[in-house]
């Protein structure tokens, strides 16, 4: 049974930092993708940074530069470093762990129709002012 908590959410002004944190506890099986996605009260929930079983990190272009993802090497834990923050980035952030069947370099930042096994934490919301 695989779970995962976030944790580290909070409000922040413009121009600060939060770093975000998942527990992944169980057995991920073959979901080859970790990732931070955020969801916005009218918007789809986006991908905003992931890396793949091999440490490949995909960024969303909008947090390329100020958002770091990293994990420890067991995956049990994954962070997302968010810094400069803006007002666009409040939200709900997910993490994830899914398997994604595209082939590109960013396979796991393939859209949702190419992610399976999906499984969700309850998320962490970050409001920056």
């Known amino acids: 049974h695989v779970q995962l908590v976030e944790s580290g959410g909070g409000s922040v002004q413009a121009g600060g930092s939060l770093r975000l944190s998942c527990v992944v506890s169980?057995?991920?099986?073959?979901?080859?993708?970790l990732g931070w996605f955020r969801q916005g009260p009218r918007d789809e929930r986006e991908g905003v940074a992931t890396?793949?079983?091999?440490?490949?990190?995909t960024y969303a272009d909008d947090v390329k530069g100020r958002f770091t993802i990293s994990q420890d090497n067991d995956r049990r834990f994954l962070y997302l470093q968010m810094d400069t923050l803006k007002r666009d980035d409040s939200g709900t952030y997910y993490c994830?762990?899914?398997?994604?069947?595209?082939?590109?370099?960013?396979?796991?930042?393939?859209?949702?129709?190419?992610?399976?096994?999906?499984?969700w934490g309850q998320g962490t919301q970050v409001t920056v002012s």
């Open positions: 169980g057995n991920t099986g073959n979901r080859d993708c």
């Open positions: 890396v793949g079983y091999d440490g490949t990190t």
């Open positions: 994830a762990a899914y398997l994604s069947s595209a082939m590109n370099s960013r396979r796991c930042m393939a859209p949702a129709n190419f992610r399976f096994r999906e499984i």
